[in-house]
Structure formats: C-alpha cells, structure tokens
Nanobody, 115 residues
Framework: QVQLVQSGGGLVQAGGSLRLSCAAS????????MGWYRQAPGKQREFVAS???????KYTDSVKGRFTISSDNAKNTVYLQMNSLKPEDTAVYYC?????????WGQGTLVTVAS
C-alpha cells in the first residue's frame, strides 16, 4: 500500500503562485502515473494535470500555460507549480498516484485564490 502526503496550498491573491507537493511512501514498486485533481465547492472532482513515466505531461485547458507538473523519481514526489492563479482555481487539490496498477489518493489540500 502507498501512502501519499501532500503539502503546500493556502491562501494567495489573484495573480500569485503556489507550489503543491505530494510525496509517496510505502510499498512502491512501479509508479507510472502521477496526477493532480481538484474539487471546487459544489462541483465534481476534475482532472488538472498528469505526468506519465516522468516525461509525458497533460493539462486541462483551463490551466495550460499557468500550471506545471513535474516529478522527482528519487523522492517519489510529484509537484504542481501554479502561477497566475485565478479565483476560479480555488478548490481542494488532490494528488493521485498509480503504483503497480493500483491508484491512491492524497489527503487533499485547500487552495484559495482571493480576488
């Protein structure tokens, strides 16, 4: 079983930046997929960004050019650098990691962007 610990997040003014981290530990065998999702109040959880095999990245259209996902294999950690934040980015952000075909969610971290 994999444990995920998220850090980062908080309150920021519109136009500001934040960096989220998600560190995996436990029985790690083969992590291929690492991603970030978010859930705004009253809305369903949605995909934000993903990185596959530490190289192939994908973003939802609303964050392209503003968010950057990256990973550090040695630390089993995935990051989400968020720049030019907008009030509509306000949500609880969750990391999601697939280890040997089994997915695990982080505990979630709140990002609040004030206008």
């Amino acid at each position: 079983q994999v444990q995920l610990v998220q850090s980062g997040g908080g309150l920021v003014q519109a136009g500001g930046s934040l960096r989220l981290s998600c560190a995996a530990s436990g029985n790690i065998f083969s992590i291929v997929f690492m991603g970030w999702y978010r859930q705004a109040p009253g809305k369903q959880r949605e995909f934000v960004a993903s990185i596959i095999s530490s190289s192939t990245t994908k973003y939802t259209d609303s964050v392209k050019g503003r968010f950057t996902i990256s990973s550090d294999n040695a630390k089993n950690t995935v990051y989400l650098q968020m720049n030019s934040l907008k009030p509509e980015d306000t949500a609880v952000y969750y990391c999601y990691v697939v280890n040997s075909g089994v997915g695990s969610w982080g505990q979630g971290t709140l990002v609040t962007v004030a206008s």
